[in-house]
Nanobody
Framework: QVQLVESGGGLVQPGGSLRLSCAAS????????MGWYRQAPGKQREPVAD???????NYADSVKGRFTISRDRAKNMVYLQMNSLKPEDTATFYC???????WGQGTQVTVSS
């Protein structure tokens, strides 16, 4: 059974930082590109960042320069370091193995003073 489990969300003030983690079970991690997505209330789920199996990173324009995606193959983990957070970053963040139907359950990020 393939599982993706996110953690690290929470409430943070504008300008603050959070690091999201995604723990991946099974053998999918090494072979798949991995991505972080987010969904704000009343909005569609959107891509935030992804990292290929070879380590190439891509970012949505809205997070470039503020967010960093990384992966640790040895630990089967994907991370999203989020700095300079803004209220508009408030959303549920999901980890996804791209090209598959495997999604995590999501972790809530709230940016508010």
């Amino acid at each position: 059974q393939v599982q993706l489990v996110e953690s690290g969300g929470g409430l943070v003030q504008p300008g603050g930082s959070l690091r999201l983690s995604c723990a991946a079970s099974g053998s999918i991690f090494s072979f798949y590109d991995m991505g972080w997505y987010r969904q704000a209330p009343g909005k569609q789920r959107e891509p935030v960042a992804d990292i290929t199996s070879g380590g190439i990173r891509n970012y949505a324009d809205s997070v470039k320069g503020r967010f960093t995606i990384s992966r640790d193959r040895a630990k089967n983990m994907v991370y999203l370091q989020m700095n300079s957070l803004k209220p508009e970053d408030t959303a549920t963040f999901y980890c996804h193995a791209k090209g598959t139907t495997h999604w995590g359950q999501g972790t809530q990020v709230t940016v508010s003073s």
